[in-house]
């Protein structure tokens, strides 16, 4: 299986900063990698697909790059409805997997 | 809007059999474009690809639970069902169904989950 590395685990932010997420693969997956956001107790929610794509709806504050293993995906100015926790997940192939998640709270 | 929706036991025995059910609501589940796939989240960590199945019944399981896992369609339902055999403690997770699409024209496909169920919390417990 292709393993998803995140870092950092968790981070602290405050509205208006920017905040970077790094995901690595365990071997390279070209740019089949997309982003989900999760809330407490909710689904996640798809944001980006084929690493830079956003999905339709999505603020333009998400951004995602990369290619390869190393993939990044940004959010220009955090709002405060962007405190959640972040999931990368590669589709290159089966079985599809995800990252640990990465943690973004209040500072 | 497309909805989907798990239902089933909260609490299954150990040893015994975890039975879920996805509804769809909002769009066919009869396309040729979409795989319905099972999630899920133990509590307090990451996502974990079960399987999925397209309208065919044309499934794929992951070769960590292939052995215990059978994914099935009833299109006249528009509901696809999940059952994970022999369930242990380990099996403890939130539950989602989704629907996995892809992006037309790239090969292999670029394939994402772009809807979810809210999610069920199944507990393996005697």
């Known amino acids: 299986d292709i393993q998803m590395t995140q870092s950092p685990s968790s981070l602290s932010a405050s509205v208006g900063d920017r905040v970077s997420i790094t995901c690595r693969a365990s071997?390279?997956?070209?740019?089949?990698l997309n982003w989900y956001q999760q809330k407490p107790g909710k689904a996640p929610k798809f944001l980006i697909y084929?690493?830079?794509s956003l999905q339709s709806g999505v603020p333009s504050r998400f951004s995602g790059s990369g290619s390869g293993t190393d993939f990044t995906l940004n959010i220009s100015s955090l709002q405060p409805e962007d405190f959640a926790t972040y999931y990368c997940?590669?589709?290159?192939?089966?079985?599809?997997?995800f990252g640990q998640g990465t943690k973004v709270e209040i500072k | 809007q497309l909805q989907l929706q798990e239902s089933g036991p909260g609490l299954v025995k150990p040893s015994e059999t975890l039975s879920l059910t996805c509804t769809v609501s909002?769009?066919?589940?009869?396309?040729?474009?979409?795989?319905w796939d099972w999630i899920r989240q133990p509590p307090g960590k990451g996502l974990e690809s079960i399987g999925s199945?397209?309208?065919?019944?044309?499934?794929y399981y992951n070769p960590s639970l292939k052995s215990r896992v059978t994914i099935s369609v009833d299109t006249s339902k528009n509901q696809f069902s999940l059952k994970l055999n022999s369930a242990t403690a380990a099996d403890t997770a939130v539950y989602y169904c989704?629907?996995?699409?892809?992006?037309?024209?790239?090969?292999?496909?670029?394939?994402?989950?772009?809807?979810w169920g809210q999610g069920t919390l199944v507990t393996v417990s005697s």
């Open positions: 989704a629907r996995r699409d892809y992006v037309w024209g790239s090969y292999p496909p670029l394939y994402y989950f772009d809807h």
């Open positions: 909002g769009g066919p589940i009869i396309s040729s474009s979409y795989y």
């Open positions: 199945i397209n309208y065919s019944g044309s499934t």
């Open positions: 071997q390279s997956i070209s740019s089949y």
């Open positions: 084929g690493s830079s």
């Open positions: 997940q590669q589709s290159y192939e089966t079985p599809y997997t």
